[in-house]
């Protein structure tokens, strides 16, 4: 099936006019990358920038079957165009989790695997490459080819954070994790400075699961105060289902001017109050997807979109890194809404596209305003004189060096071309 659809990423910017096309099983999908010069893969449409536009696009949404689950092995496989939220109900009350997820759970395992995604937890469980047994990727020619750390073992590699760069994940084999229940022991830390939010971080206990959020509105003394969120599965002796959260529908988009510089400051100032010093129980859902309860929470920004800068340092430089790009952003007219704040620990030699590098990372969400694109400019030359990277999947204005991996390399033209030169948006 083939149709004509504007599409964007989560951010809703850019907005691109492209052929879709959603074959139902792996012969369509062989036929569509053979009858195209160039094309990319998409799967939810999760990532927020450009990673899965181009002017043809093959949805992977139409493989969608779990192939087997060993619920004694806690292992896994199924087709590409799975989404973490259809495994959750059958492997939770089997006792099982991912090792790592990202914040949302409607991603599909290709996206996964084609952003290598990373949680709150990357110090202890690495990205998810480091819990994946094999995949079958089918290539530009068409062949399906196996690859896993013992077969293929190059293209593997390659793949996982490659962007879908060098063909189209058709399925993948995993390995879950054990978990004692389905809720959670989640704390917050407040913290009155960015020097306190890092002691925190680097505090915690090796097996917790930790964000921070920074008020990147707070200035002079307080600049950088925020709250750290620590969580550890609990043991209780209660049967283990699977419980979402109940959820609001943010129905259209808001107007422009519902976030301005000064709702988003007041936003801050109040969640920092809202972050005291707290324990408490939730559930994994709530722990995992805070996001997933506002549902479509995209459209607070408006028909315009936003842009997040997600960009990791090096160890060495990361105080001191964040403590100057805070400064950039204060000094400039833009106010992002949201900041997460992630600690990462080494990555696998091999995993080379692999985003995090050891050292902390931090996400911004930035309305996108006319003056927005000279920020990231500033923001980029920034961060690659401090050594680190942004994440591709959350890019769609930074200068293409910036994500610290060459498609050319790597990849095959077919499926890299249509990102690297930057499709023209109609919005
Ligand atoms: C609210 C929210 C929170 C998030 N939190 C995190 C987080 O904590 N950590 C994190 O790492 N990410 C996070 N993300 C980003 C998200 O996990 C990734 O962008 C993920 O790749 C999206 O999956 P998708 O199925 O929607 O893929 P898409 O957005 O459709 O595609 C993403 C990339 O994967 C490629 N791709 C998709 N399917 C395939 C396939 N079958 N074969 C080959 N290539 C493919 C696409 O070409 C594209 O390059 C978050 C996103 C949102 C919206």
């Known amino acids: 099936m083939k149709t004509l659809q504007k599409i964007s990423g989560w951010a809703n910017y850019p907005i691109v006019e492209a052929e879709v096309t959603s074959p139902q099983d792996i012969e369509g999908v062989r036929r569509c990358i053979l009858a195209n010069e160039q094309i990319i893969a998409r799967g939810n449409g999760k990532s927020y920038g450009d990673a899965s536009l181009g002017h043809r696009v093959i949805s992977t949404l139409g493989l969608r079957e779990i192939l087997d689950f060993d619920p004694v092995a806690g292992v896994i496989s199924c087709q590409a165009g799975v989404l973490l939220s259809d495994l959750l109900p059958i492997i939770v009350p089997a006792g099982w989790f991912f090792h790592v997820t990202p914040g949302i759970k409607q991603v599909t395992i290709g996206g996964a695997i ?7 937890n990357h110090p202890l469980k690495g990205c998810f490459s480091d ?12 062949d399906i080819v196996v690859c896993s750390r013992h077969q293929n073992t190059s293209l593997f590699w390659q793949t996982c954070g490659g962007m879908g760069w060098t063909g189209i994940i058709l399925s993948a084999c995993f390995q879950l994790q054990r978990v004692p229940s389905s809720r959670m022991r989640q704390k917050t830390i407040q913290c009155h400075s960015l020097d306190g939010l890092f002691q925190a971080m680097e505090q915690r206990r090796p097996e917790s699961y930790a964000a921070g959020w920074i008020d990147t509105t707070s200035k002079g003394s307080r600049m950088g105060q925020g709250a750290v969120h620590l969580a550890e599965h609990l043991v209780e002796d209660t049967p283990i289902q699977w419980l979402e959260a109940p959820k609001t529908n943010i129905p259209v988009f808001a107007p422009k001017w519902l976030l301005n510089p000064m709702s988003v400051r007041a936003f801050n100032a109040l969640y920092f109050h809202k972050n005291k010093n707290a324990e408490k129980v939730v559930t994994m859902d709530a722990y995992f997807y805070p996001l997933d309860a506002l549902r479509n ?11 997040q800068y997600q960009f990791c340092l090096p160890e060495n430089n990361a105080f001191d890194g964040i403590r100057r790009l805070l400064e950039v952003v204060g000094k400039s007219p833009e106010v992002p809404f949201l900041s997460v704040l992630k600690k990462h620990g080494e990555r696998a030699s091999n995993a080379v596209n692999t985003f995090p590098i050891k050292g902390y990372s931090l996400a911004l969400d930035f309305p996108r305003t006319p003056t927005i ?11 690659w004189h401090l050594g680190g990277k942004i994440y591709l999947t959350k890019d769609a204005c930074s200068n293409p060096k910036m994500g610290g991996i060459n498609p050319s390399e790597f990849g095959h033209p077919k499926f890299y071309s249509a990102l690297r030169t930057r499709i023209s948006p109609i919005h």
């Open 114 to 120: 084609a952003s290598d995604v990373h949680g709150k």
């Open 131 to 142: 819990w994946l047994v094999s995949f079958e990727l089918i290539t530009a020619e068409g």
């Open 297 to 307: 929470w995209n459209r607070l920004y408006g028909r315009r979109g936003f842009i």
């Open 373 to 383: 694109f000279r920020l990231v400019e500033k923001l980029d030359d920034l961060v």
